[in-house]
T-cell receptor
């Protein structure tokens, strides 16, 4: 079965720090996604990537950047963390170019910015 | 642009009673529709999806959803819920290139 692994389950950072969230998938999926999940707001797409070195902005990209140097790894970067970026971050992947494919999710990283 | 509306943030229901979780969507193109479930302290997993063909789709654990194009709805139903169905349920739509948009989620609380 597909495994999507997020490097940390819980992370505590200070305002202004640079934060890296790492995600690795082991099934050669083309597409990878970063969402944030907040109570009452559901999942909101931050960035996604459909190929190595390719990235597309989602609905809320401000304050974030991403990196995909290798097919299996997709990193989310907070250049200067702020308290309003405290959230649950979910990474997901899907197989190919079709829009009807299911997403496989990691178990999430709960980030707290103090 | 595409969007999903889940009007009910929480739905309490007694065990063995039926339940319906509502989902409405909007999109300027043809869509694919999904329901994902998130059990406590876990990531999301696909429950069922509508791609084309029969408007009624079923999951392996007794849930079903019906695609209604005229009402732009994709409501999730189960005739008899179990304690183990307690979770948060997310409706999602995919229409544009690889972009999947989620609703705000509905927490189903099954009461013994």
């Amino acid at each position: 079965d597909v495994k999507v692994t997020q490097s940390s389950r819980y992370l505590v950072k200070r305002t202004g720090e640079k934060v890296f969230l790492e995600c690795v998938q082991d099934m050669d999926h083309e597409n990878m996604f970063w969402y944030r999940q907040d109570p009452g707001l559901g999942l909101r797409l931050i960035y996604f990537s459909y190929d190595v070195k390719m990235k597309e902005k989602g609905d809320i990209p401000e304050g974030y950047s991403v990196s995909r140097e290798k097919k299996e790894r997709f990193s989310l970067i907070l250049e200067s963390a702020s308290t309003n970026q405290t959230s649950m971050y979910l990474c997901a992947s899907s197989l190919g170019k079709s829009t009807n494919e299911k997403l496989f999710f990691g178990s999430g990283t709960q980030l707290s910015v103090l | 642009a595409q969007s999903v509306t889940q009007l009910d943030s929480q739905v309490p229901v007694f065990e063995e009673a039926p339940v319906e979780l509502r989902c409405n969507y909007s999109s300027s193109v043809s869509v694919y529709l999904f329901w994902y479930v998130q059990y406590p302290n876990q990531g999301l997993q696909l429950l069922l999806k509508y791609l084309s063909g029969s408007t009624l789709v079923e999951s392996i654990n007794g849930f079903e959803a019906e695609f209604n194009k005229s009402q732009t709805s994709f409501h999730l139903r189960k005739p008899s819920v179990h304690i183990s169905d307690t979770a948060e349920y997310f409706c999602a739509v995919s229409g544009g290139y690889q972009k999947v948009t989620f609703g705000t989620g509905t927490k189903l609380q099954v009461i013994p």
